[in-house]
């Protein structure tokens, strides 16, 4: 799996990952679980993705309180699907020209290594 990670949510906000190590680490796994970040995301090949929640075993107080919330850590996992390098292209196109880093005419010009290279700089802290 390559970097960038782009991942499409519900309402179509895009987030930008650098690579798994700051998605697993910046992802929340209240967030992952309530879908937030979409069913997948891409890698920088169009291959498909998936933010996933691995719960913990409860603790003492987990076994002994077994009403609080279950915690978890976010995984990243590649998909047995048909990589979708177009539908990644598409969505950095229009991420793209709706915060006007590059222009419409420019941007459909732009290879999807051009793309996924230049998504690195919305990759967040």
Partial sequence: MRGPLIFRGPGGDVDVFRDAPHATSYAEAIDVANGEY????????????????????PGFLGRLFPCFVPTGVVEIRQLDEAPQPEVLRRILRELFVEHDIVDAESVKLMTLEELTTRSKRLAGP
């Fill in 38 to 57: 979409g069913e997948h995301g891409w890698d920088a090949d169009g291959r498909l993705v998936a933010l996933v929640v691995r719960l913990d075993e």
